[in-house]
């Protein structure tokens, strides 16, 4: 079965702390994965994909394959990083249905 | 350009009235999805559409949901008969034709609230 899994609702951290927002996965195959991010009051949108291997923001992603996590990570947290941040995972090809995460809610605490 | 469209934004209906939500994907989109997020969940998909066609209709809970996507363009989603728990927000998202992962855009939402 195909899930996605972010075990933390909420994550509060100071200005200038290290985040990480954990994502595990279950996939028969090899997945895509993304996160995707809502600010207050705008829509969902895509933050990073791991094909991309890119860093958006600061934030960067990690495969582990042998984990099946996908954390997303940023060393120095800042006040318009707090949104709600979802995982997301897909097929590897063409257009194919998201499967998401619950989401964490994180909060930058200046 | 501009993104995609959803209207209404807040639909309020009566337990068992019917109900349909509009979605507008980005021109020349040709894959279009609904979502359904509850809350304190992630968005759950529901039906997808390639041109005209559903593609995979395998998220729809019953058979009181039902979306069409007539001209390929924009997209209804219908349910009948309401009940309480169809009460969230849902997401309509559309992506371009191409090979590859390809990125979802997603609309803002219409909240639906079933008293």
């Known amino acids: 079965a195909q899930r996605v899994t972010q075990p933390e609702k909420l994550l509060s951290v100071f200005k200038g702390a290290p985040v990480e927002l954990k994502c595990n996965y279950s996939?028969?195959?090899?997945?895509?994965l993304f996160w995707y991010v809502q600010y207050s009051r705008q829509r969902l949108q895509l933050l990073l994909r791991?094909?991309s291997r890119e860093s958006i923001k600061g934030f960067t992603a990690d495969l582990n394959k042998g984990e099946t996590s996908f954390h997303l990570k940023k060393p120095f947290a800042q006040e318009e990083d707090s949104a709600m941040y979802y995982c997301?995972?897909?097929?590897?090809?063409?257009?194919?249905?998201?499967?998401f995460g619950k989401g964490t809610r994180l909060s930058v605490i200046a | 350009g501009a993104g995609v469209s959803q209207t209404p934004s807040n639909k309020v209906t009566e337990k068992g009235k019917y109900v349909e939500l509009r979605c507008d994907p980005i021109s020349g989109h040709t894959a279009l999805y609904w979502y359904r997020q509850s809350l304190g969940q992630g968005p759950e998909f529901l039906i997808y559409?390639?041109?005209?066609?559903?593609?995979?209709d395998s998220g729809l809970p019953n058979d009181r949901f039902f979306a069409v996507r007539p001209e390929g363009s924009v997209s209804t989603l219908k349910i009948q008969r309401t009940e309480r728990g169809d009460s969230a927000v849902y997401l309509c998202a559309s992506s371009p034709a191409g090979q590859g992962v390809i990125q979802q855009y997603f609309g803002p939402g219409t909240r639906l609230t079933v008293t």
């Open positions: 791991h094909i």
């Open positions: 559409f390639q041109g005209t066609g559903a593609a995979d």
């Open positions: 996939y028969s195959g090899s997945p895509e």
């Open positions: 997301a995972l897909s097929g590897q090809s063409g257009n194919t249905p998201l499967v």
